[in-house]
């Protein structure tokens, strides 16, 4: 059984341009999360989604925006990068939207923004 | 609202002494706590969970109890090994959280753990 993966690793960016990561969620799973962790911190939650909907979302701005596909994989798209935006971004999938669903985490994609 | 406050570290151990991580939380209504464990190089992984108050989770030594009069979930392990040096983070869930989702998480700041031998 495959984990959730994500690509790229890592991206470095410039202040002002727009990055998307991408997120394949692990077999079976339906519902992906996307958290950033910026450096010395625990993870932020940004949003949920649940077949194809956004399901919930954390405090961020709408700048930061996403999508999942039939396959449920999940793209995060950030607009109009900013310095504070650099961090790590995790995604994490699970079988249901439920709180007995346990959230499996994929690596993260490490983006610096300069 | 929801938060998890966390033990600051790093703390630093020998082998074989006995750890606590202190975590306490604020919900508004009825959390799931966890603590995931975060491996150099490594994503988030699921060290133990308990969902109602007076459950304990327990996994490869390490044991959590939920203790709803404290709101407290305090981590401890009798014995550390040097392979379980990493960053230790509290969590909660909150399914009464319509907007953000029910099982979405919640994290305290870490707590990095370096067991020397």
């Known amino acids: 059984e495959t984990g959730v993966t994500q690509s790229p690793t890592h991206l470095i960016k410039t202040r002002g341009q727009q990055v998307t990561l991408r997120c394949s969620s692990q077999?079976?799973?339906?519902?992906v999360s996307w958290y950033q962790q910026a450096l010395g911190q625990g993870p932020q939650f940004i949003f949920q989604?649940?077949?194809?909907?956004?399901?919930g979302r954390g405090n961020f701005p709408p700048r930061f925006s996403g999508l999942q596909f039939p396959n449920y994989s999940s793209e995060l798209n950030v607009n109009a990068l900013e310095l504070d935006d650099s961090a790590l971004y995790l995604c994490?999938?699970?079988?249901?939207?439920?709180?007995?669903?346990?959230?499996?985490f994929g690596p993260g994609t490490r983006l610096t923004v300069l | 609202g929801n938060s998890v406050t966390q033990m600051e570290g790093p703390v630093t151990l020998s082998e074989e002494a006995f750890l606590t991580i202190n975590c306490t939380y604020t919900?508004?209504?009825?959390?799931?706590l966890f603590w995931y464990v975060q491996y150099p190089g490594e994503g988030l992984q699921l060290l133990l969970k308990?969902?109602?108050?007076?459950d304990k989770g327990s996994n490869k030594g390490f044991e959590a109890t939920y203790r709803k009069e404290t709101t407290s979930f305090h981590l401890e392990k009798g014995s550390v090994q040097v392979s379980d040096s990493a960053v230790y983070f509290c969590?909660?869930?909150?399914?009464?959280?319509?907007?953000?989702?029910?099982?979405?998480?919640?994290f305290g700041t870490g707590t990095r753990l370096t067991v020397i031998p």
């Open positions: 919900a508004t209504g009825y959390p799931s």
């Open positions: 969590a909660l869930s909150d399914r009464s959280a319509v907007k953000t989702g029910a099982n979405n998480l919640f």
């Open positions: 308990a969902t109602k108050a007076d």
């Open positions: 077999s079976g799973h339906n519902t």
């Open positions: 994490a999938s699970s079988p249901g939207q439920g709180s007995h669903n346990e959230q499996f």
């Open positions: 989604y649940y077949r194809e909907e956004e399901n």
